[in-house]
């Protein structure tokens, strides 16, 4: 392919970049793409129903974004910042009961074997280190991290939220779908954050049924891309889970509808499935000239610059034939103003 990756940067004006959402989630608005024939229309999420073909179907991600960024101290007496990434349900756990390690990321410098407290009865041994990203090892169970981090962690919202007018309590409910249901996510599958009951009322009147899978949102999703994702086609590994049950029911609604992925982790997760009960990893990096095998539509946020999302956008696009790339599209949200980011706009591609 003849593109790298700065072909995918873009400017944007501050203003546009969304710090807090609109009320309520489905007033946002959509920018709707039809590939087959070229055309761009402009409206409210809340009547995505009157876009998508018929029996079409969603494919949604349950995943729910724990508060998983926390104040720590070190030996020293200072303080730190890091953020537990909690998502690796598939990765072994240590040999002691109640035991195990965790990836987490730091705003300040640490080494190997420095000691991380919690406060005066819990601590953690920095116990490796893989790039930026160092393993840790609490010295108790992860029922009581969990619980921590409930009580005294905050929501991982993305740092280009820089002032946002809500409060800790606010960005619990706020940045989180109304369907989130499983712990494990650093980031908000955002996409789904427009959905209200009431537009799930609407679409199950017009026969369009819905599906849930579980990806926990973790490096592979936000990272940086870096040459060696793009040159060996793969990003830091993530969990997903798809019921079997669930997966026959889809693969039989779409032999007469299309399925409609909720987000770009969705994508990821259809896309990588190979039938396996429970969870599953996936490190796939899809960028243009990727076939792909079991999505049909995608409605998505408005990504970052030269992020992997990007570049999945824009290679679904060019599987679909389009005329117009991911950059032509956000040219037109720019100039109509649309929000961008986790808290932004959407956009159905069909």
Request: no cysteine; aromatic share 10%; hydrophobic share 40%.
């Amino acid at each position: 392919m003849a593109w790298n990756l700065e072909q995918y940067d873009y400017d944007l004006p501050p203003e546009l970049i969304a710090q807090a959402p609109v009320r309520p989630r489905d007033a946002a608005r959509l920018l709707v793409y039809d590939t087959k024939n070229n055309r761009v229309e402009l409206d409210q999420f809340r009547n995505l129903g009157k876009y998508l073909p018929p029996e079409s179907f969603l494919v949604l991600n349950k995943t729910k974004v724990l508060p998983a960024r926390i104040e720590l101290r070190k030996e020293t007496g200072g303080r730190i910042t890091v953020l537990f990434l909690l998502n690796e349900s598939g990765r072994p756990a240590d040999k002691r009961p109640g035991r195990r390690e965790y990836r987490i990321l730091a705003d300040r410098k640490i080494r190997v074997g420095d000691r991380l407290y919690f406060d005066s009865r819990h601590q953690m041994v920095v116990s490796g280190q893989e790039d930026n990203v160092f393993l840790v090892q609490p010295d108790f169970s992860e029922k009581i991290l969990l619980g921590i981090l409930e009580k005294n962690g905050r929501m991982p919202i993305p740092p280009y939220i820089k002032k946002t007018p809500l409060t800790e309590k606010s960005l619990r409910r706020e940045y989180q779908t109304i369907f989130a249901e499983r712990p494990g996510s650093v980031a908000a599958p955002t996409a789904s954050l427009h959905f209200t009951e009431k537009i799930f009322r609407d679409l199950r009147q017009k026969g369009i049924r819905k599906f849930f899978l579980t990806l926990h949102v973790g490096l592979g999703t936000f990272a940086p891309v870096r040459p060696e994702n793009v040159s060996r086609k793969k990003l830091h590994e993530e969990y997903f889970e798809i019921d079997p049950k669930i997966a026959a029911a889809m693969a039989a609604r779409r032999q007469k509808g299309k399925a409609v992925a909720v987000g770009t982790t969705v994508v990821r997760a259809l896309e990588s499935f190979s039938g396996k009960k429970g969870f599953n990893k996936t490190d796939i990096f899809i960028m243009p000239g990727y076939e792909f095998k079991r999505t049909d539509a995608l409605i998505t946020n408005f990504h970052v610059p030269k992020s992997s999302l990007l570049l999945l956008v824009d290679a679904f696009l060019k599987f679909k034939k389009a005329k117009r790339g991911v950059l032509d599209l956000y040219a037109i949200a720019k100039a109509e103003k649309f929000r961008f980011y986790s808290f932004g706009d959407a956009m159905l591609i069909i």
